[in-house]
């Protein structure tokens, strides 16, 4: 069974900067898509950034411009850096991963990003 361990989140400044990883206990290098996505508090889960597997990335509007989705297939490790960070985006940060039918979520990282 593939799980994904999420890290890198925390408490910020509005302005700063946070890059969280996604390290999967199986190999990554044949996923096409592995995403990160955010839940905020009384908010549908929703989809920040997605990467396929030869690196193409598709960001949500609301982080295009501030936000890098990268991924390192020989790590197993998916990246999200996040720079200019606003306080909307606080959430709960979630890994995902489609593994052979099977979709995969992580536990969850918190982001605070405070005014």
């Known amino acids: 069974q593939v799980q994904l361990v999420e890290s890198g989140g925390g408490l910020v400044q509005a302005g700063g900067s946070l890059r969280l990883s996604c390290v999967a206990s199986r190999s990554i290098s044949r996923i096409n898509l592995m995403g990160w996505h955010r839940q905020a508090p009384g908010k549908r889960r929703e989809v920040v950034a997605i990467?396929?597997?030869?690196?193409?990335?598709n960001y949500a509007d609301s982080v295009k411009g501030r936000f890098t989705i990268s991924r390192d297939n020989a790590k197993n490790t998916v990246y999200l850096q996040m720079n200019s960070l606003k306080p909307e985006d606080t959430a709960v940060y979630y890994c995902n991963g489609n593994f052979w039918g099977n979709d995969v979520w992580g536990q969850g990282t918190q982001v605070t990003v405070s005014s």
């Open positions: 990467i396929t597997n030869d690196g193409r990335p």
